[in-house]
C-alpha cells in the first residue's frame, strides 16, 4: 500500500530564508506532484514530476525528484509571505494495485513566512 | 489560462438529500477530470477518475452507488452525493486536465463546493 510522508509537517520561516520541504513514499514511482493551498480555497498544481531526476523551477520554488531514493523536495529561496499557504506532494503509483488507494497525498507542510 | 468552473460553491442540505455538483471546464476541452474530497484540516483524497463517454474509476474504498459521476460531454463532469448523510459533509474538489494530458500536465482546479450536510 502507497504511503507518503511529508517533514516538516508545520514550518515558520522568515522572509529571505531558505529552505527545503521533504517527501517521502513507499512504493516504486516516477510520478509525483506539488500542489498549493491557501486556507479555504482550492488547490493550486505546482510541478508535476514524471522522471527520476526530473528538476523544475517556478519562482522561488524548485522541485525535485529522485525516485530511487523515493523522495522529492520542495526547495523554498529566499521566502516571502506571499509563499505562506500549505503545500501537497501527491504520488501516482506505477503499477495499479486492488488493496490501497494509487493517487496518494501527502500530509501537508503548512507553511508560515513571517516578515 | 485555462479555467475550470465548478459549481455550486456551498451546500447546506437535510441528511438523505441528492446532492449534484457540476465541474466545466470553460475554455478547453477534457476527456478526464478528477475528483476529490479533503475533510476539515486534512489532506485531500482522490476520489475517482472522470472518463468522457465512459465509466468513472473509482479509488479503493469509494462506494460507486454513494458518488455517481457523469462526464457526458467534452467540458462537464458531475458528482452526485446520492441520499447524503452528516460523513459525507467535506471540501468536494474537482480538476482537469487539458484534452489528451490525463495527469501528465499541471491539472486545473475548481474552487471546490463546501458540502454540509444537517
Known amino acids: 500500500e502507497l504511503k507518503v510522508e511529508q517533514n516538516p509537517l508545520f514550518l515558520s520561516m522568515q522572509e529571505g530564508k531558505n529552505y527545503t520541504i521533504y517527501c517521502n513514499y513507499s512504493?516504486?514511482?516516477?510520478?509525483l506532484y506539488w500542489y498549493r493551498q491557501d486556507p479555504g480555497k482550492s488547490l493550486e498544481s505546482l510541478f508535476v514530476l514524471l522522471s527520476n531526476g526530473a528538476v523544475k523551477q517556478e519562482g522561488r520554488l524548485m522541485a525535485s525528484l529522485d525516485t530511487k531514493a523515493r523522495l522529492s523536495t520542495l526547495h523554498i529561496t529566499a521566502a516571502v509571505h506571499d509563499l505562506s499557504a500549505t503545500y501537497f506532494c501527491a504520488v501516482d503509483m506505477n503499477d495499479r494495485d486492488n488493496y490501497g488507494q494509487n493517487f496518494v497525498f501527502g500530509p501537508g507542510t503548512r507553511l508560515s513566512v513571517l516578515p | 489560462g485555462a479555467v475550470v468552473s465548478q459549481h455550486p460553491s456551498r451546500v447546506i442540505c437535510k441528511s438523505g438529500t441528492s446532492v449534484k455538483i457540476e465541474c466545466r471546464s470553460l475554455?478547453?476541452?477534457?476527456?478526464?477530470m478528477f475528483w476529490y474530497r479533503q475533510f476539515p484540516k486534512q489532506s485531500l483524497m482522490l476520489m475517482a477518475t472522470?472518463?468522457?463517454?465512459?465509466?468513472?474509476?473509482?479509488e479503493q474504498g469509494v462506494e460507486k452507488d454513494k458518488f455517481l459521476i457523469n462526464h457526458a460531454s467534452l467540458t462537464l463532469s458531475t458528482l452526485t452525493v446520492t441520499s447524503a448523510h452528516p460523513e459525507d459533509s467535506s471540501f468536494y474538489i474537482c480538476?482537469?486536465?487539458?484534452?489528451?494530458?490525463?495527469?501528465?500536465?499541471?491539472?486545473?482546479f475548481g474552487d471546490g463546493t463546501r458540502l454540509s450536510i444537517l
Open positions: 480538476s482537469a486536465g487539458l484534452l489528451g494530458t490525463g495527469r501528465n500536465q499541471p491539472q486545473h
Open positions: 512504493t516504486t514511482s516516477d510520478r
Open positions: 475554455d478547453f476541452q477534457a476527456t478526464t
Open positions: 472522470s472518463n468522457e463517454g465512459s465509466k468513472a474509476t473509482y
